[in-house]
């Protein structure tokens, strides 16, 4: 999923600035406007996609300094300076500084069309050749983040690396503990706004008028105790993500606010009358089926659909089994580190209990397992000697959903050929693949 490409265009003549927009949007070109450098440095934010055109002699910061500051976030941002007759000296520095190209007054529309049409093609190139580098780097990164080699686990990592990079907001559902903050952080790393700040706040766990002061920021005096400015989490996370775990548990009266923030991206502190811009992606987690809770009046609709531009399911660690091995093993070896002890060994007793039980806490509680048999302690554990071993029934069911999901994961998630290597009928293998949730 791609950010679209856009233009920002930076003239403070009331004329000019009107006909290049209005030939850009006739080409089909987005684009926003401003009236002078400082104002477009507002929009040059690390995960910019587009590109510049500016004049040169600007009120306050010049379209010279400009073009520096551009370079100085990203080198391979096309800038297209715009030059008054006579300023060809000033055009051949700016082309030393590394400008893209140069358009002196006047100038024909369609000339400048075709310049930007030029430049956005070199960007989208290096967009796309950036993002596949980034993909290459971080995909084995990702794997040792988010063990698992289910159908389900490999969906989702393939979905985090298709939308990291394009900044869109994410919502993420899934059953308790099974790691809806790993996924939004590895969103967050993964995306060129990775240096930038990365914000978390649960909305369940803050009573409804500490949210709004820690959503929003407040003002001196803004209500009682408020002594002194207090900056909110979306204003920090300007520039980065924004995650909002629970967000089923958000009072309605914040669910305005924050739909207000997604759609127009301004706030105002508690106390103030100023809009403040801000720009950061929202990604929101929850333990319920918000559609369904929209359609009951449990959740705004009009915030859900904002929210729910890209949606990542998590799977339950009941519906994938095959994981637990290795998530085990992982878990040891951190716990063991963690409290200075050697990794104890897992017989084969202890893993055929882990892999029959149910984990409503899922990875959480398995985690939590792993860290009790380093230090010795816990039921599972200690009854491992004695397991209850799981019924035939229980038993052939795993042992048939581990080789249908080994199967279907080496054939690449093709049906008809992991049907034909089981040598299984195909609607056979389609109504178990649908039963054991690999569909």
């Given at each position: 999923?791609?950010?679209?490409?856009?233009?920002?265009?930076?003239?403070?003549?009331?004329?000019?600035?009107?006909?290049?927009?209005?030939?850009?949007?006739?080409?089909?070109?987005?684009?926003?406007?401003?009236v002078s450098a400082e104002e477009a440095e507002k929009h040059l934010l690390p995960d910019f996609a587009g590109i510049v055109v500016t004049d040169m002699r600007l009120p306050g910061i010049s379209g010279m300094d400009l073009l520096r500051k551009v370079r100085a976030l990203d080198p391979d941002l096309p800038v297209i300076i715009i030059t008054g007759h006579g300023d060809v000296t000033l055009a051949v520095e700016a082309m030393r500084n590394g400008a893209y190209d140069f358009m002196q007054k006047p100038f024909s529309t369609g000339d400048l069309v075709e310049v930007v049409g030029r430049a956005l093609e070199k960007r989208a190139l290096v967009l796309e050749v950036e993002a596949l580098r980034r993909r290459l780097d971080h995909r084995d990164d990702l794997e040792a983040r988010l063990i698992g080699r289910s159908p389900q686990m490999q969906k989702v990592r393939r979905l985090i690396l298709d939308v990291a990079d394009a900044g869109v907001d994410v919502l993420i559902y899934g059953e308790t503990g099974t790691g809806k903050e790993m996924v939004a952080r590895c969103l967050h790393d993964l995306s060129r706004a990775g240096q930038e700040n990365y914000v978390a706040i649960n909305c369940g766990g803050m009573a409804d008028n500490l949210l709004d002061s820690e959503l929003f920021g407040h003002e001196p005096g803004a209500f009682t105790g408020a002594q002194k400015r207090r900056i909110g989490k979306i204003e920090y996370a300007s520039g980065g993500t924004l995650?909002?775990?629970e967000v089923e548990s958000m009072p309605m009266n914040m669910q305005i606010k924050l739909l207000r923030v997604l759609q127009e991206r301004v706030i105002e502190r508690l106390g103030s009358n100023q809009q403040?811009?801000?720009?950061?992606?929202?990604?929101?987690a929850s333990k319920e089926d918000l559609k369904a809770w929209s359609e009951q009046g449990k959740f705004r609709a009009d915030l859900y659909y904002r929210l729910n531009v890209v949606r990542i399911e998590l799977p339950p660690l009941r519906e994938r089994r095959e994981d637990i091995p290795a998530l085990y093993d992982a878990f040891?070896?951190?716990?063991?580190k963690r409290y200075n002890r050697p990794p104890p060994a897992l017989p084969p007793q202890l893993l055929q209990r882990l892999m029959a039980q149910d984990w409503p806490g899922n990875i959480r509680e398995l985690k939590n397992v792993a860290e009790c048999h380093v230090l010795g302690i816990g039921s599972v554990v200690a009854n491992a000697e004695p397991a209850v071993k799981p019924s035939l029934a229980e038993a052939v069911e795993n042992y048939e959903r581990l080789l249908i999901s080994d199967e279907f994961s080496r054939q690449g998630g093709n049906i008809q050929r992991t049907a034909e290597a089981l040598k299984a009928a195909r609607t056979t293998l389609h109504d178990k693949l649908k039963k054991y949730g690999l569909l």
């Amino acid at each position: 999923m791609k950010t679209p490409l856009q233009v920002l265009l930076v003239e403070d003549d009331p004329n000019v600035r009107l006909g290049c927009e209005q030939a850009m949007q006739l080409a089909g070109i987005p684009v926003v406007v401003a009236v002078s450098a400082e104002e477009a440095e507002k929009h040059l934010l690390p995960d910019f996609a587009g590109i510049v055109v500016t004049d040169m002699r600007l009120p306050g910061i010049s379209g010279m300094d400009l073009l520096r500051k551009v370079r100085a976030l990203d080198p391979d941002l096309p800038v297209i300076i715009i030059t008054g007759h006579g300023d060809v000296t000033l055009a051949v520095e700016a082309m030393r500084n590394g400008a893209y190209d140069f358009m002196q007054k006047p100038f024909s529309t369609g000339d400048l069309v075709e310049v930007v049409g030029r430049a956005l093609e070199k960007r989208a190139l290096v967009l796309e050749v950036e993002a596949l580098r980034r993909r290459l780097d971080h995909r084995d990164d990702l794997e040792a983040r988010l063990i698992g080699r289910s159908p389900q686990m490999q969906k989702v990592r393939r979905l985090i690396l298709d939308v990291a990079d394009a900044g869109v907001d994410v919502l993420i559902y899934g059953e308790t503990g099974t790691g809806k903050e790993m996924v939004a952080r590895c969103l967050h790393d993964l995306s060129r706004a990775g240096q930038e700040n990365y914000v978390a706040i649960n909305c369940g766990g803050m009573a409804d008028n500490l949210l709004d002061s820690e959503l929003f920021g407040h003002e001196p005096g803004a209500f009682t105790g408020a002594q002194k400015r207090r900056i909110g989490k979306i204003e920090y996370a300007s520039g980065g993500t924004l995650f909002l775990d629970e967000v089923e548990s958000m009072p309605m009266n914040m669910q305005i606010k924050l739909l207000r923030v997604l759609q127009e991206r301004v706030i105002e502190r508690l106390g103030s009358n100023q809009q403040l811009p801000v720009s950061c992606r929202v990604v929101a987690a929850s333990k319920e089926d918000l559609k369904a809770w929209s359609e009951q009046g449990k959740f705004r609709a009009d915030l859900y659909y904002r929210l729910n531009v890209v949606r990542i399911e998590l799977p339950p660690l009941r519906e994938r089994r095959e994981d637990i091995p290795a998530l085990y093993d992982a878990f040891l070896l951190q716990a063991a580190k963690r409290y200075n002890r050697p990794p104890p060994a897992l017989p084969p007793q202890l893993l055929q209990r882990l892999m029959a039980q149910d984990w409503p806490g899922n990875i959480r509680e398995l985690k939590n397992v792993a860290e009790c048999h380093v230090l010795g302690i816990g039921s599972v554990v200690a009854n491992a000697e004695p397991a209850v071993k799981p019924s035939l029934a229980e038993a052939v069911e795993n042992y048939e959903r581990l080789l249908i999901s080994d199967e279907f994961s080496r054939q690449g998630g093709n049906i008809q050929r992991t049907a034909e290597a089981l040598k299984a009928a195909r609607t056979t293998l389609h109504d178990k693949l649908k039963k054991y949730g690999l569909l």
